[in-house]
């Protein structure tokens, strides 16, 4: 198992986004520990719902 991080960036403004999306305020970076990227991703994705995935950029990156 490795270490990812996935980088959740919020990329529309506040007063557009879904209202769950503003209750919830997924952005931030969390880590997880999995076999691969797509693992970590699947999840971030169980844990962390996004109403509308358009509204964010969301990057997984692994640890050196």
């Not at 557009?16 to 691969?36: M, T």
């Amino acid at each position: 198992m490795k270490i990812f991080y996935v980088h959740c960036c919020q990329t529309t403004i506040w007063s557009q986004l879904d209202e769950d999306d503003q209750k919830r305020q997924p952005q931030g970076v969390y880590q997880y520990e999995a076999k691969d990227e797509d693992g970590a991703l699947d999840q971030f994705h169980n844990e962390i719902p996004i109403s509308c995935l358009d509204d964010y950029q969301i990057e997984v990156r692994e640890t050196p």
